[in-house]
């Protein structure tokens, strides 16, 4: 159902974040670049196996920050190339073979926990992670959506205010994975949020399109649910436009993810939010975590074996 669009910045107020966060980055390495963040040459091959696993390790981060092991913490990552599902996607009658095409010409699939339906993961796509330790008041899971989009919102604006301004967050009919908390310039989607709850902390995503080309990533989204519903009609699937996604790039915002992630670190500094990176939280304390880690590894098995039948 859509919901009457509004400006993700009158929400500031309604939540905030802690002072102090870490950083966990996840961003596959371009041409001729060392590592980034907390990216080692083995744990980037390994992600570009298995889209699972930056849920997973998001599973294993919320544990450990709702255990107080780790602070309240930030991930961006990205993947080179896959699709996520959403658990209703996978029940459509011909989904097995919809994900085995996609899987053919290269693009990895998975079906995900965190709610909502399938989108596109690669190269030109920001996920944000806000991980926190659930506070003993009561919850509002829509003051979280707001925050993350006031914080996404203030990110565009760091380097391009006009775009920022621009910026509305509503239901985007005929988009994929469509939601109350898009966020779109001119009734294009670049950005969806979504949830997921564990019983002592949790933690809020989002994913935000900054290069290449909306429709496309639209078509192919639009293409899996076609061949996924094998003609059957009045199906439960997003039924998806692909003009109704742009870039960011596209609508006038940042031209590229490091321009994007710049901004948003930026952005938290404007907020008087201290960031830690994690491999100094790794120097003072020994915590550390990666994809290649076992438990990281055993929590994608268990999230396969549950959610992909």
């Given at each position: ?7 993700p910045g ?7 974040l ?16 060392g ?10 091959a390994t992600?570009l ?14 544990r450990?920050v709702?255990l ?7 991930h ?6 896959g ?12 989904a097995r ?9 290269g ?8 709610g ?7 190269a ?5 992670s ?6 003993r008041g009561?919850?509002?899971?829509h ?15 760091v ?8 910026i509305?967050a ?5 988009s994929y994975?469509?939601?109350d908390?898009d966020?779109a310039?001119?009734?294009r989607k670049?950005?969806g949020i ?5 019983s ?18 639209g ?7 076609e ?19 742009g870039g960011?790039g596209?609508?006038?915002g940042p031209?590229?993810?490091e ?6 670190k930026?952005?938290?500094l404007?907020?008087?939010i ?6 100094v ?9 990666e ?15 549950r959610?992909?039948?």
């Amino acid at each position: 159902m859509s919901t009457e669009q509004s400006k993700p910045g009158e929400y500031t107020e309604m939540s905030c974040l802690p002072q102090q966060m870490v950083l966990f980055e996840h961003l596959p390495l371009k041409k001729g670049e060392g590592s980034i963040g907390t990216v080692s040459a083995e744990s980037a091959a390994t992600e570009l196996s298995d889209v699972l696993l930056p849920f997973a390790y998001e599973e294993a981060l919320c544990r450990d920050v709702g255990l107080g092991h780790v602070p309240p913490s930030l991930h961006l990552w990205s993947h080179p190339g896959g699709v996520a599902l959403g658990l209703r996607d996978s029940k459509l009658p011909c989904a097995r073979s919809a994900m085995q095409k996609l899987e053919e010409q290269g693009i990895r699939t998975a079906v995900r926990h965190s709610g909502g339906a399938a989108v596109p993961l690669d190269a030109g796509v920001v996920n944000i992670s806000l991980i926190l330790p659930k506070s003993r008041g009561k919850l509002d899971f829509h003051d979280d959506f707001r925050l993350l989009a006031s914080l996404i919102t203030e990110a565009v604006a760091v380097t391009h205010p006009l775009a920022a301004a621009r910026i509305e967050a509503g239901e985007i009919t005929h988009s994929y994975c469509p939601g109350d908390f898009d966020l779109a310039i001119g009734g294009r989607k670049f950005c969806g949020i979504a949830q997921r709850r564990q019983s002592q902390a949790y933690f809020v995503h989002a994913f935000v399109i900054i290069e290449g080309s909306g429709r496309q990533r639209g078509e192919m989204i639009r293409s899996f649910y076609e061949d996924a519903a094998c003609g059957v009609q009045g199906l439960s699937h997003p039924d998806v436009h692909p003009a109704t996604i742009g870039g960011l790039g596209e609508l006038g915002g940042p031209e590229t993810t490091e321009i994007f992630i710049s901004g948003m670190k930026q952005a938290l500094l404007q907020r008087g939010i201290t960031v830690k990176p994690a491999s100094v939280l790794a120097e003072e304390t020994g915590y550390s975590l990666e994809y290649g880690d076992s438990r990281v590894l055993e929590t994608a098995r268990v999230l396969r074996e549950r959610y992909a039948n």
